[in-house]
């Protein structure tokens, strides 16, 4: 058989699947460099407008919005006392705290009245304008007037949060992980950006692993690497992700995802398009896209910003079940709201995104892992079928890998340097070997993971899977 | 919380790195897209093994820059501190005249510790800072960077200049304080009111007071940011809200703070004229002017009728304040409007007529307890119960939160 030019099949397809992955290699490298040369674009202008000259003022300022913090829980007994009161020592004008129980099966909501007063008052003061499952128990402490704690029947993270929208009352709404801890500048620096511009209808901040920190009295009093290489492995990924990649693509107001660790959102915006979306596991991206969707069809014009400030830090999956468990869970809710939105792909009504941010998020997130698997099993067959010559192949390969540990040591950079953080020679060193580890293993479970998720999205739909917590020292 | 040096250095260590990386990689993939079949490109590999070094020298060069700039950065910090200290020190002996002024030009940590100055001054000394800044011809410097596109080089001069507090730069502070930049507004709204502090003879008619005053009224700055701002200095304060108050059209956004601002400073003078805003047909103008009425301790006689209406009002932070104010006059005129407040929808509102009443001491935490047992509302006998029980000890009448007060 004779293909293109004279080659055989077998030898036109080989060549075919080469520029293949030629091409997917230099696109990927370019759009990480695009992406992080945007972020630090970003970065450098944040880090000008927040100088310590500039945020002296804003943080004497009166001038903000009041916050509904919504913070939905479910089995959260061992870290959620001291959420509570890293939310309540926050550094803010007006705020109000709404802790949802969803339906938690352990002694969460106990906690929470020992540590707190609780005192249960009537279920008058709740009215479902968002339909969610039944509230069963309303809380207010008498210790802080502006916490309130609610215990519901089980129905999702999604419908804790519409519950606890429910009850916000807050022109702003800062949806809060409760296995999280703020920053006590964070709802200042935030805020600010709805001051900033009226058209701002939702901020996203920068998540950072917190495991390995030292926290007391509910703030974060030292930052210290974790002594879990899995831990280390996830610090590198998280800097990347936020400094490098989501930065990057606010810089083009092409965000398309908020973390649900940390987000503040107009409320009034989010009730406009229903609040948060109950079946699906990405609910956090889902409110982002039909905010994108639902101000691009009215017309009106409107902003979805994000700080690079690291504002909110997180307990991150310290055994590689639990992190295989949340990958799988992530990539399954990539899938679903790509699906779920698909009338956006290439769609030039929602202009950018339409054209641009969601085409990315399907042909290189989401896609990503059958091209990467497939990538590998091609060189595997090509150097045992002596199609490919092994010298070329593993410089090919090396490149590949220090391109990324270079893309990788950027991020570590913007962490170490201007955020200056791990003073110790040790942990730095630590968080580059890290970098450089990444590659042989870490990546390839990762992969498979996400390669699975593609295959599990329908059968899986909306399940989250529990997460291992050791909670805050 | 981002490092304040520094940042510019790596970004352009960052910016080199992959502008070198990119043009590698595009040189890299135009020379093996010049061959028919990857495999048999090997004359490739030469630029393959030279993207491999390159990729590999800025690697170490970030590495480098990673652990060796830490320490440097740190050591240079201390270094920065030690001079500051001796700087700090030596204009301390100038103001107390044990030494003579340094030789012009003063280096930038002499001016950082030269301005820092401004927070310990008071009083007559105040004006020395001026003083020394106009001898070294400083705000010259400032007044040109005070309009830089640089939004950092902006502020920070305009900080220098509400520190130096000169009244002749209060012209071009104005003028900023239209810049469409909320932040260049916020730090020349407060250069401008530092520098009125300073003026001789301020009264409300003072031309610097009317161009401060016009300024605040037609820069719609967001209500707390006036607030913040006209809290900052007392003398220049008080003739600015005496001219603003008595202005008959004034912005809806700038009222609130006006008010808030007079009982923030006790300002006790301006209560009648806040009085007045108790009728306001706008219930966050009449829940500001009650607020400031509360802290203020003014109770207009003229308006009792009116407050106690207040304090039933659907608008939760008119009947809280009006709550707050009623507790002013004496139990047996307001009993009544406080019983029927305990019953209010809003739980805030509830929970201040409480307090309200803890504060009468005994007559009042009886009124609490008998209300927690006989009021006809569920949510008032619900509220009334949360807090004269201890939380969890329901059921103990030895254990009544009003006796432990």
Same mark, same amino acid.
């Given at each position: 058989?004779?293909?293109?030019?004279?080659?055989?099949?077998?030898?036109?397809?080989f060549?075919?699947f080469?520029?293949?992955i030629?091409?997917?290699?230099?696109?990927?490298?370019?759009?990480?460099?695009?992406?992080?040369?945007?972020g630090?674009?970003?970065?450098?202008?944040?880090?000008?407008?927040?100088?310590?000259q500039?945020?002296?003022?804003?943080?004497?300022?009166?001038?903000?919005r009041?916050?509904?913090?919504?913070?939905?829980?479910?089995?959260e007994?061992?870290?959620i006392?001291?959420?509570?009161?890293?939310?309540?020592?926050?550094?803010?004008?007006?705020?109000?705290i709404?802790?949802v129980?969803?339906?938690?099966?352990?002694?969460?909501?106990?906690?929470?009245?020992?540590?707190?007063?609780?005192?249960?008052?009537?279920l008058?003061?709740?009215?479902?304008?968002?339909?969610?499952?039944?509230v069963?128990?309303?809380?207010?402490?008498?210790?802080?007037?502006?916490?309130?704690?609610?215990?519901?029947?089980?129905?999702?993270?999604?419908?804790?949060?519409?519950?606890?929208?429910?009850?916000?009352r807050?022109?702003?709404?800062?949806?809060v992980?409760?296995?999280?801890?703020?920053?006590?500048?964070?709802?200042?620096?935030?805020?600010y950006?709805?001051?900033?511009?009226?058209?701002?209808?939702?901020?996203?901040?920068?998540?950072r692993?917190?495991?390995? @920190?030292v926290?007391?009295?509910?703030?974060l009093?030292?930052?210290?690497?974790?002594?879990?290489?899995?831990?280390?492995l996830?610090? +590198?990924?998280?800097?990347?992700?936020?400094?490098?990649?989501?930065a990057?693509?606010?810089?083009i107001?092409i965000?398309?995802?908020i973390?649900?660790?940390?987000g503040?959102?107009?409320?009034?915006?989010v009730?406009?398009?229903?609040?948060?979306r109950?079946?699906?596991?990405?609910?956090?991206?889902?409110?982002v896209?039909?905010?994108?969707?639902?101000?691009?069809?009215?017309?009106?014009?409107?902003?979805?910003r994000?700080?690079?400030?690291?504002?909110?830090?997180?307990?991150?999956?310290?055994?590689?079940?639990?992190?295989?468990?949340?990958?799988?869970?992530?990539?399954?809710?990539?899938?679903?709201?790509?699906?779920?939105?698909?009338?956006?792909?290439?769609?030039?009504?929602?202009?950018?995104?339409?054209?641009?941010?969601?085409?990315?998020?399907?042909?290189?997130?989401?896609?990503?892992?059958?091209?990467?698997?497939?990538?590998?099993?091609?060189?595997?067959?090509?150097?045992?079928?002596g199609?490919?010559?092994?010298?070329?192949?593993?410089?090919?390969l090396?490149?590949?890998?220090?391109?990324?540990?270079?893309?990788?040591?950027?991020?570590?950079?913007?962490?170490?340097?201007?955020?200056?953080?791990?003073a110790?020679?040790?942990?730095?060193?630590?968080?580059?070997?890290?970098?450089?580890?990444?590659?042989?293993?870490?990546?390839?479970?990762l992969?498979?993971e996400?390669?699975?998720?593609?295959?599990?999205?329908?059968?899986?739909?909306g399940q989250?899977?529990?997460?291992?917590?050791?909670?805050?020292? | 919380?981002?490092?304040?040096?520094?940042?510019?250095?790596?970004?352009?260590? &960052?910016?080199?790195?992959?502008?070198?990386?990119?043009?590698?990689?595009?040189?890299l993939?135009?020379?093996?897209?010049?061959?028919?079949? &990857? $495999?048999?490109?090997?004359?490739g590999?030469?630029?393959?093994?030279?993207?491999?070094?390159i990729?590999t020298?800025?690697?170490?060069?970030? +590495?480098?820059?990673?652990?060796?700039?830490?320490?440097?950065?740190?050591?240079?910090?201390?270094?920065?501190?030690?001079?500051?200290a001796?700087?700090?020190q030596?204009?301390?002996?100038?103001?107390?005249?044990?030494?003579?002024l340094?030789?012009a030009?003063?280096?930038s940590?002499?001016?950082?510790?030269?301005?820092?100055q401004?927070?310990?001054?008071?009083?007559?000394?105040?004006?020395?800072?001026?003083?020394?800044?106009?001898?070294?011809?400083?705000?010259?410097?400032?007044?040109?960077?005070?309009?830089?596109?640089?939004?950092?080089?902006?502020?920070?001069?305009?900080?220098?200049?509400?520190?130096?507090?000169?009244?002749?730069?209060?012209p071009?502070?104005?003028?900023?304080? $239209?810049?469409?930049?909320?932040?260049?507004?916020?730090?020349?709204?407060?250069?401008?009111?530092?520098?009125?502090?300073?003026?001789?003879? &301020?009264?409300?008619?003072?031309?610097?007071v009317?161009?401060?005053?016009?300024?605040?009224?037609?820069?719609?700055?967001?209500?707390g940011?006036?607030?913040?701002?006209?809290?900052?200095?007392?003398r220049?304060?008080?003739?600015l809200?005496?001219?603003?108050?008595?202005?008959?059209?004034?912005?809806?956004t700038?009222v609130?703070?006006?008010?808030?601002?007079?009982?923030?400073?006790?300002?006790?003078?301006?209560?009648?004229?806040?009085a007045?805003?108790v009728?306001?047909?706008?219930?966050?103008?009449?829940?500001?002017?009650?607020?400031?009425?509360?802290i203020?301790?003014?109770?207009?006689?003229?308006?009792?009728?009116v407050?106690?209406?207040?304090?039933?009002?659907?608008?939760? @932070?008119v009947?809280?304040?009006?709550?707050?104010?009623?507790?002013?006059?004496?139990?047996?005129?307001v009993?009544d409007v406080?019983?029927?407040?305990?019953?209010?929808p809003?739980w805030?509102?509830?929970?201040?007529?409480?307090?309200?009443?803890?504060?009468?001491?005994?007559?009042?935490?009886?009124?609490?307890?008998?209300?927690?047992?006989? $009021?006809?509302?569920e949510?008032?006998?619900?509220?009334?119960?949360?807090?004269?029980?201890?939380p969890?000890?329901?059921?103990?009448?030895?254990?009544?939160?009003?006796?432990a007060v």
């Amino acid at each position: 058989m004779v293909g293109y030019g004279g080659l055989t099949v077998g030898d036109t397809l080989f060549l075919f699947f080469q520029y293949v992955i030629l091409a997917y290699f230099v696109f990927i490298c370019c759009s990480y460099a695009i992406l992080t040369f945007l972020g630090l674009r970003s970065i450098l202008h944040y880090n000008r407008l927040m100088s310590p000259q500039t945020i002296r003022p804003l943080l004497q300022s009166r001038a903000y919005r009041a916050i509904s913090i919504l913070v939905p829980a479910y089995n959260e007994e061992k870290s959620i006392v001291a959420s509570v009161r890293s939310l309540l020592s926050l550094h803010y004008p007006v705020f109000e705290i709404i802790v949802v129980s969803d339906g938690s099966r352990d002694a969460t909501i106990d906690r929470l009245c020992e540590a707190y007063s609780l005192d249960e008052i009537t279920l008058t003061a709740y009215h479902a304008v968002i339909p969610a499952k039944a509230v069963k128990r309303l809380f207010r402490s008498l210790l802080y007037p502006n916490l309130i704690v609610v215990e519901k029947e089980n129905g999702g993270k999604a419908d804790a949060l519409n519950v606890a929208l429910n009850l916000a009352r807050y022109p702003l709404i800062c949806a809060v992980d409760a296995d999280s801890t703020l920053d006590v500048q964070a709802l200042v620096r935030t805020a600010y950006l709805f001051i900033e511009d009226d058209l701002t209808i939702a901020v996203g901040g920068t998540v950072r692993p917190l495991n390995g @920190a030292v926290i007391q009295d509910g703030q974060l009093v030292e930052i210290r690497l974790p002594t879990g290489w899995l831990e280390r492995l996830q610090i +590198v990924e998280y800097s990347r992700a936020f400094f490098a990649g989501r930065a990057g693509w606010a810089q083009i107001g092409i965000l398309m995802i908020i973390s649900g660790a940390f987000g503040v959102f107009k409320r009034d915006a989010v009730l406009e398009i229903g609040g948060y979306r109950t079946n699906t596991v990405g609910e956090d991206m889902d409110l982002v896209m039909r905010l994108h969707k639902h101000y691009r069809r009215l017309r009106r014009p409107y902003r979805i910003r994000f700080t690079p400030d690291p504002l909110c830090w997180t307990e991150v999956p310290g055994d590689l079940k639990t992190l295989r468990r949340q990958r799988n869970r992530w990539h399954r809710g990539l899938w679903e709201n790509l699906w779920e939105h698909r009338d956006m792909l290439f769609n030039w009504r929602y202009g950018a995104i339409g054209l641009i941010g969601v085409p990315y998020a399907w042909f290189v997130e989401a896609v990503s892992p059958v091209i990467e698997l497939g990538g590998y099993i091609f060189l595997g067959v090509s150097v045992l079928a002596g199609f490919l010559n092994l010298e070329f192949a593993f410089y090919f390969l090396l490149l590949a890998i220090l391109f990324g540990l270079l893309l990788s040591l950027m991020a570590v950079g913007i962490e170490t340097l201007l955020l200056n953080r791990y003073a110790y020679l040790s942990e730095r060193l630590l968080l580059i070997a890290s970098a450089a580890l990444e590659f042989f293993g870490y990546r390839q479970v990762l992969l498979w993971e996400r390669f699975r998720a593609n295959f599990q999205v329908w059968g899986k739909r909306g399940q989250w899977g529990a997460m291992e917590r050791k909670g805050f020292r | 919380m981002w490092r304040r040096v520094g940042s510019y250095l790596y970004h352009l260590v &960052l910016l080199i790195i992959l502008v070198v990386e990119l043009t590698t990689l595009a040189a890299l993939v135009y020379t093996l897209l010049a061959y028919s079949n &990857l $495999h048999q490109a090997l004359a490739g590999y030469d630029f393959l093994k030279l993207a491999l070094v390159i990729c590999t020298v800025c690697i170490l060069v970030l +590495v480098a820059y990673i652990l060796i700039y830490p320490p440097l950065s740190q050591r240079a910090d201390v270094r920065y501190q030690r001079r500051y200290a001796v700087w700090l020190q030596r204009w301390c002996d100038v103001l107390l005249d044990v030494a003579d002024l340094p030789r012009a030009p003063l280096p930038s940590v002499g001016i950082a510790a030269l301005l820092d100055q401004s927070a310990l001054l008071a009083g007559s000394d105040s004006k020395w800072l001026g003083a020394v800044v106009s001898r070294y011809g400083l705000e010259r410097r400032w007044l040109r960077e005070a309009k830089s596109r640089r939004v950092d080089q902006r502020l920070a001069a305009l900080a220098a200049l509400e520190a130096a507090a000169l009244p002749h730069t209060l012209p071009l502070v104005l003028e900023q304080m $239209h810049s469409r930049h909320l932040l260049t507004q916020i730090a020349a709204a407060r250069a401008a009111v530092r520098i009125l502090a300073v003026m001789p003879d &301020l009264h409300p008619k003072h031309d610097s007071v009317l161009q401060v005053a016009t300024a605040l009224v037609e820069v719609h700055l967001p209500p707390g940011i006036v607030e913040e701002i006209l809290s900052l200095d007392l003398r220049a304060s008080q003739p600015l809200l005496t001219e603003l108050l008595g202005r008959r059209v004034l912005p809806v956004t700038l009222v609130q703070p006006l008010i808030a601002v007079v009982g923030q400073l006790r300002l006790v003078d301006m209560a009648a004229r806040i009085a007045d805003f108790v009728t306001s047909p706008r219930p966050a103008e009449v829940a500001a002017a009650l607020r400031t009425l509360t802290i203020l301790g003014y109770f207009p006689p003229v308006a009792l009728p009116v407050v106690r209406r207040y304090a039933l009002d659907t608008h939760a @932070a008119v009947a809280l304040e009006a709550v707050r104010l009623l507790a002013l006059l004496p139990l047996e005129r307001v009993q009544d409007v406080l019983w029927r407040a305990l019953a209010h929808p809003v739980w805030e509102v509830r929970r201040e007529t409480i307090y309200a009443l803890l504060q009468y001491g005994t007559p009042g935490i009886e009124l609490a307890q008998q209300a927690a047992q006989q $009021h006809s509302d569920e949510a008032a006998l619900h509220i009334a119960r949360q807090f004269t029980l201890i939380p969890g000890q329901q059921g103990a009448p030895e254990l009544w939160l009003g006796t432990a007060v």
